[in-house]
């Protein structure tokens, strides 16, 4: 069994970031600085890269599309339309033309902005992806390089355009099947799910073997063997629903190469995972290496946060009041759980981080933060109190120490510290919540072993699923499950569920880490939404309940632009 000696890592951890900013950056240089679009007819060798710098540098193209995916349009159609996130509708802070809450009823049209985002951010991977695999291949044709110092390159290339794929078909289901750049016609027809689903599996499987399966600086940021894997893992986990046929023998496989190995672990203090400086993580198996400076992209706390938390945290600008947990979800915690964290009381600040930043609020110099201390400098945020909104109070997330709801309705006129904000990442002092520099896992070590867990369960296997459950509760300092069965987090009042409790435990350990929309339609949940909304449901806004909501609608602007796209059924 493959393990990794402690002082290489520490060895090699201070070059990783730069590395793959190197990477980033080359890419950059290459293809964004000059904006006036220049047009070719055809590619020529000429136009390749002809060193092993320029074939390395080249991949940072295909990276570089990852960094929307924490904080953007992949999140707001993966995150904000489940019961563990929500956007409120604040006066005039974050209608957007109804967009969020739509989002949330599901009531989405084929208007709806982040759905056309989504399809771009998807897309913008695969058709990068493409053409840079052309280009090697085209080389090799050339006699210019060797297939095998080729194949390295287009393999990894081949695993980054899959995980665009996944995506697509995730949230659209159909859409075309695009693998050649050479070929490629320029208003391709819609493809069947499961036909997509085949494709890309099969060139995975195929591609995966070929990945370095080194885990040092080398990889990190980039698609090796056991990211590789990860994403099978993935795919086979959901192949239910993209093809009507379970895969589980599948996905506890490609687990198992990630597990068995030992190059990766669960990190003993969950936090680790989520700190500014985390490069080092030991779960980190496919990470996106935002830095405030080389590579923005990731903002959740200027999101989240409300305008007074600049005060709490020293932030060089301003939040944007938005983004927040939902009462039901945050219960599903035990207050004894490390992932919870503490709630701030008048007494004082919470002494302890969580996922979640609840109660009262104080400045970093120990003062209590008013709902209304704080200055508005632009139009886009209500400086006039809203309907109801109790100003002049101190700021208590969530209404912590109220009988009322944490939140008072879904909008227009929700309050503006409504809702337990989101804490999961490190926010340092004095630092810009708009653009943050803590990476971010988009495979991660604890997410394949309750992936595994799953397809356990799924077989029958609980006892074996439990093993790998608790040890993920261990780390949480929470007692182990004796049973998977239990009550669900957004419906306590329903009575015990099969496998009620690992749903439960999947949501709490991967919160805000664009999973939720996953689970909840992979184990049926997804038109259950009424039960998470009507709390603070407006009659007035429209609630959408049916199956066909499970994926998107493919967006106005691109049926327009292409006539061979088919519109997703009940759109």
């Known amino acids: 069994m493959k393990t990794i000696e402690n002082n290489k890592i520490k060895k090699s951890l201070f070059l990783i970031k730069g590395i793959v900013i190197v990477l980033i950056m080359a890419a950059f240089n290459q293809s964004c600085t000059n904006l006036d679009e220049e047009l070719f007819s055809e590619v020529t060798p000429d136009d390749f890269f002809s060193s092993e710098e320029e074939y390395v540098s080249a991949l940072g193209a295909a990276y570089t599309q990852f960094g929307d995916f924490a904080s953007n349009d992949p999140q707001a159609v993966q995150e904000t339309s489940t019961d563990e996130m929500v956007v409120p509708t604040r006066g005039q802070d974050w209608d957007d033309g109804g967009h969020w809450r739509r989002l949330h009823l599901h009531s989405w049209t084929y208007e709806q902005a982040h759905v056309n985002g989504a399809w771009n951010f998807g897309f913008a991977g695969v058709n990068t992806a493409n053409r840079l695999i052309f280009q090697f291949q085209s080389l090799v044709d050339q006699g210019q390089v060797e297939q095998a110092t080729a194949d390295a390159f287009i393999a990894e290339l081949q695993a980054v355009r899959g995980f665009f794929y996944w995506q697509l078909i995730d949230v659209f289901g159909n859409v075309p099947l695009v693998l050649d750049f050479a070929t490629a016609e320029a208003s391709p027809s819609t493809v069947p799910r499961a036909d997509v689903y085949a494709a890309i599996v099969s060139d995975l499987e195929s591609a995966v073997p070929k990945l370095s399966d080194a885990v040092d600086g080398t990889t990190y940021g980039r698609m090796n063997y056991y990211a590789g894997q990860t994403l099978l893992a993935k795919l086979y986990l959901n192949a239910g629903v993209y093809t009507g046929t379970d895969q589980w023998d599948k996905a506890i496989a490609a687990c198992n190469e990630v597990i068995n190995d030992g190059a990766y672990s669960l990190e003993n203090n969950y936090f680790s995972n989520f700190n500014q400086d985390n490069s080092g993580s030991k779960e980190f198996i496919f990470a996106i290496p935002y830095d405030q400076v080389f590579f923005e992209g990731f903002n959740i706390a200027v999101r989240t946060l409300h305008y007074g938390s600049q005060a709490t945290y020293n932030l060089t600008q301003q939040p944007w009041n938005g983004f927040c947990t939902l009462e039901e979800f945050y219960n599903s915690y035990e207050d004894t759980d490390l992932r919870k964290g503490d709630v701030g009381t008048l007494e004082g600040p919470a002494g302890r981080r969580g996922n979640f930043i609840a109660g009262y609020q104080y400045t970093s110099g120990g003062v209590l933060v008013l709902d209304d201390g704080f200055e508005v400098p632009n139009l886009d945020r209500q400086p006039e109190p809203l309907l109801g909104d109790p100003d002049e109070d101190p700021l208590n997330f969530g209404n912590m120490f109220s009988d009322q709801p944490q939140i008072n309705e879904l909008g227009p006129q929700a309050y503006r510290q409504a809702g337990i904000r989101i804490g999961k ?137 292409n006539p061979n796209l088919t519109q997703n059924p009940g759109y």
């Open 425 to 561: 990442w490190e926010i340092p002092i004095g630092s810009d919540p708009g653009t943050m520099s803590n990476d971010y896992a988009v495979f991660r070590y604890a997410d394949v072993l309750l992936m595994k867990a799953e397809a356990l369960f799924r077989k029958g296997l609980d006892a074996d699923a439990l093993i790998l459950v608790n040890q993920i509760r261990s780390r949480a300092g929470v007692d182990d499950l004796t049973t998977l069965n239990g009550p669900l987090s957004f419906d306590m009042e329903g009575g015990d569920v099969p496998g009620g409790e690992l749903f439960n435990e999947i949501g709490r350990e991967m919160f805000a880490e664009n999973h939720r929309r996953q689970d909840l339609i992979r184990w049926g949940y997804w038109t259950d939404l009424e039960k998470w909304v009507l709390p603070f449901y407006n009659p007035q806004d429209k609630l959408e309940t049916g199956e066909h909501t499970s994926i998107y609608p493919v967006h106005r602007d691109k049926l327009d632009a």
